[in-house]
């Protein structure tokens, strides 16, 4: 499998990378819900979504939700407060079929219409 975000990682398209460690890498989204709304994608492995996850992969999501957090923190989020979201396939919203998770933050959620 190929998604948009493969090419991302290797450099093929660009995109706003804010973030970024040996396991994943985030940027900004570009269709965003929110004034912050950065991508989390893990570096090495092909997971298309959430329920392909198998127990042995579990801290793949935990290095995700991290690097989301140590973001947040960095950037002065964490203090007001920010949004992960995992989207699982079509009815749930995936649009890309590579597992990652969305940050968002910069104002009150509740004002972008995201449950």
């Known amino acids: 499998?190929?998604?948009i975000f493969h090419k991302i990682i290797r450099r093929e398209l660009p995109a706003d990378i804010v973030f970024e460690d040996e396991h994943v890498i985030g940027f900004r989204d570009i269709a965003p819900q929110a004034p912050v709304h950065i991508l989390f994608v893990p570096?090495?492995?092909d997971i298309a979504t959430l329920d392909d996850?198998?127990?042995s992969q579990a801290g793949i999501?935990?290095?995700l939700a991290l690097?989301?957090?140590a973001y947040a923190r960095r950037e002065g989020y964490a203090a007001d407060g920010y949004r992960i979201v995992m989207?699982?396939?079509d009815h749930g919203g995936q649009t890309v079929f590579q597992i990652h998770l969305h940050l968002l933050a910069g104002a009150p959620l509740g004002?972008?219409?995201t449950p």
């Open 61 to 63: 999501v935990g290095r």
């Open 53 to 55: 996850l198998q127990p």
């Open 43 to 45: 570096k090495t492995v």
């Open 67 to 69: 690097a989301a957090a």
């Open 87 to 89: 989207n699982c396939n």
């Open 1 to 3: 499998m190929d998604t």
């Open 111 to 113: 004002r972008f219409g």
